[in-house]
C-alpha cells in the first residue's frame, strides 16, 4: 500500500500548474542537457516541485501565494541543509520567459552560477546533511 507521502506526491502530479507542465516536459527523460530530473521528490517533510538528485538541485515554482511566505524561506533553509541548492521561480517567468529559466537552471547544473542571488532567487546548499 503506498505511503501518504507517495499519495500527496500522485495527488500533486494530478493537480500541476500549467508551468510545471510546460517545464516538465523539458526537464522529463534528460532532456536538458542529459541530466535527469524528477518531479515531487520528497525531502524530509517537503515535497519538492522537481529534483537533480545527482546535481543536489531542487527546482521550485511559485504562483502569487508564494509572495513574501516566510514558510518557503522555512522550506528552503531546511532544503538547503539536507544538502540540497534550490532555485525558485515564478510560474509567470517559466510561461513566458522559458529559455531564461532554463539556462538558469543549466548554469546551475553546470557549476557556473554557485552564488546565493536573491534576484535569481538562488539558494545553494548549505553542506549540513540532515
Known amino acids: 500500500m503506498p ?14 500548474t500549467d508551468a510545471e507542465k510546460l517545464l516538465w ?9 542529459g541530466f535527469k ?17 545527482e546535481k543536489a538541485l531542487v527546482v521550485e515554482l511559485d504562483g502569487a501565494q508564494h ?9 528552503t533553509r531546511y532544503i538547503n541543509r539536507a ?3 534550490v532555485i525558485r521561480f515564478w510560474n509567470e ?3 513566458r520567459e522559458r529559455d531564461d529559466v532554463l539556462e538558469t537552471i543549466i548554469a546551475i547544473l553546470e557549476n ?3 552564488e546565493a542571488c536573491d534576484v535569481t532567487r538562488f539558494h545553494p546548499a548549505t553542506e549540513q546533511i540532515l
Open 93 to 95: 517567468e517559466v510561461l
Open 25 to 33: 516536459r523539458e526537464l522529463r527523460n534528460r532532456n536538458l542537457n
Open 3 to 16: 505511503s501518504t507521502r507517495t499519495q500527496f506526491a500522485r495527488t500533486l502530479r494530478r493537480n500541476e
Open 67 to 75: 509572495a513574501e511566505n516566510t514558510r518557503d524561506v522555512e522550506r
Open 112 to 114: 557556473r552560477l554557485t
Open 37 to 53: 530530473f524528477v518531479r515531487q521528490y520528497p525531502i524530509g517533510p517537503y515535497v519538492t516541485d522537481f529534483a537533480c538528485r
Open 83 to 85: 544538502g540540497f541548492s
